[in-house]
């Protein structure tokens, strides 16, 4: 199967800071890669999709001045958490879509975000 | 509007089979994925029906039914490593995915 590697795995952070959580697809280019967030005992939500060499296209409700999201890559997307507050601590998951079956969507490792 | 239905929790134990169903509403089909998570790990995918029917993998194996908006996912053998969150989701007309709430599944020994 495609690998999606995603970094950093763990990260703490003082509240006003903020953090950057990189995507990358290890072994095919991605077109389309996605932004999922995920609170505890609770499904994954879709933040936002993102597309190579276009703007993002958020979710309702997500804030996209929050959470920019920058795909300057086939292979890399990056998700930045502006000013982060304890609220959005949570765990983000990437996932990349590698061609275009529609099951070829592979996840990343996530990346557990702690705000203080 | 769109929604997945899945049971919160699940107990069986080791050795034995179990059946995780799933009902759907989207608008448009493309398609229903199941995916397994452990906790605090990313899902890795375990599944994906389009057409009516069962497919089997090893030890599980995935239903569907398009017309009752329906799927199960069936564990058999378990073993105490399949105790983990096991996630629902269908592809709508624009190819994105409504997930399920997820199924966490105890396995007792």
């Known amino acids: 199967g495609a690998v999606v590697s995603q970094h950093p795995s763990w990260v703490i952070c003082k509240s006003g800071t903020s953090v950057k959580i990189e995507c990358r697809s290890l072994?095919?280019?991605?077109?389309?890669m996605f932004w999922y967030r995920q609170f505890p005992k609770q499904s994954l939500m879709l933040m936002a999709t993102s597309n190579e060499g276009s703007k993002a296209t958020y979710e309702q409700g997500v804030e996209k001045d929050k959470f920019l999201i920058n795909h300057a890559s086939l292979t890399l997307s990056t998700l930045t958490v502006t000013s982060a507050h304890p609220e959005d601590s949570s765990f983000y998951i990437c996932?990349?879509?590698?061609?275009?079956?529609?099951?070829?969507?592979?996840f990343g490792e996530g990346s557990r975000l702690t705000v203080l | 509007g769109q929604n997945i239905d899945q049971p919160t929790e699940m107990t069986a134990t080791e050795g034995a089979i179990v059946q995780i169903n799933c009902t759907y509403q989207t608008s448009g089909f493309n398609g229903l994925f199941w995916y397994q998570q452990h906790a605090g790990e990313a899902p890795t995918f375990l599944s994906y029906?389009?057409l009516d029917g069962l497919e089997e993998k090893g030890r599980f194996s995935s239903f569907l039914s398009r017309s009752k908006g329906y799927s199960y996912l069936l564990l058999k053998e378990l073993q105490m490593k399949d105790s983990a969150s096991y996630l629902c989701?269908?592809?709508?007309?624009?190819?994105?995915?409504?997930w399920g709430a997820g199924t966490k599944l105890i396995i007792k020994p």
């Open positions: 989701a269908g592809m709508d007309s624009n190819y994105q995915l409504i």
């Open positions: 996932s990349a879509r590698k061609g275009l079956e529609v099951g070829e969507l592979f």
């Open positions: 072994d095919f280019q991605a077109t389309t």
């Open positions: 029906n389009v």
